[in-house]
């Protein structure tokens, strides 16, 4: 099992940004991939981003490809999520997720999850 916790969120202006971090731990050797999701009310969970926790390539939604990039520090098990040029859409909760398969943005083929983080953006 992996724990996930979620930091970084809260309440922006539109054209803000902000740094979402996602500290993992437990058997995170098991772990292939690291995504982030977002899900607004109402709405169905959305994949973000995804990295691989080796090589390999970075996914990125249609909607936040090219304003938010996704890292990672794995001496620190860590993983980021950096938001820039917000958006009143990308409101959410956003979560981390971790998956033994090879990345994607798809929510069915990660096995752990955090608890979210809230992102409020503002017009």
């Known amino acids: 099992q992996v724990q996930l916790v979620e930091s970084g969120g809260g309440s922006v202006q539109a054209g803000g940004s902000l740094r979402l971090s996602c500290a993992a731990s437990?058997?995170?050797?098991?772990?292939?991939?690291m995504g982030w999701f977002r899900q607004a009310p109402g709405k169905e969970r959305e994949g973000v981003a995804s990295?691989?926790?080796?090589?390999?390539?970075?996914y990125y939604g249609d909607s936040v490809a090219g304003r938010f990039t996704i890292s990672q520090d794995n001496a620190k098990n860590t993983v980021y999520l950096q938001m820039n040029s917000l958006k009143p859409e990308d409101t959410a909760m956003y979560y981390c997720?971790?998956?033994?398969?090879?990345?994607?943005?798809?929510?069915?083929?990660?096995?752990?999850w955090g608890q979210g983080t809230q992102v409020t953006v503002s017009s």
């Open positions: 990295i691989p926790t080796g090589r390999g390539t970075t």
């Open positions: 997720a971790a998956g033994r398969s090879w990345c994607s943005l798809r929510p069915n083929e990660y096995n752990n």
């Open positions: 437990g058997y995170t050797y098991r772990t292939n991939c």
